[in-house]
């Protein structure tokens, strides 16, 4: 999964905006689940198609760049359900410094942000902007 999506996203850099905040809202929903429900490369999945929709609802992305992402990542297998309220998702995504926004800066990345060179991996322990796991 990580190569295809990261060669999408050679091409398209707005993209990696979206695996990074992907990642984010991954870990905001193994905090919510307390770490039972879901693998941690199931997590960011689903994390990365909230990205998406985050992203399309501000029209950061365009919508056949978000079908491409979304269908490389179902491809690999229906993603299992996991639960987790609202209320615990807001509050866990909350906690992580990532995604708060710093004063005067958008917390959410336009789509022609300038490319960063660190490379995103859905494997634990590989992401450099990681704040732990
Ligand atoms: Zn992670």
Do not use: C
């Not at 297998?77 to 708060?100: E, Q, V």
């Amino acid at each position: 999964m990580k190569a295809k999506v990261v060669a999408i996203d050679e091409r398209e850099s707005g993209l990696r905006m979206i695996l990074n905040y992907g990642h984010t809202l991954g870990h905001a929903i193994e905090a919510a689940t307390e770490f039972r429900a879901l693998l941690h490369g199931e997590a960011i999945a689903w994390g990365i198609l909230a990205a998406l929709q985050i992203a399309l609802a501000r029209k950061t992305v365009a919508p056949d760049q978000a079908e491409r992402v979304e269908q490389t990542i179902l491809a690999y297998g229906p993603l299992p359900p996991f639960p987790a309220t609202r209320s615990k998702l807001l509050a866990a995504a909350g906690r992580d410094k990532k995604i708060a926004p710093e004063p005067g800066a958008s917390s959410f990345p336009k789509a022609s942000a300038t490319p960063s060179s660190s490379k995103t991996s859905l494997t634990r322990n590989s992401t450099p902007r990681s704040t732990g796991r």
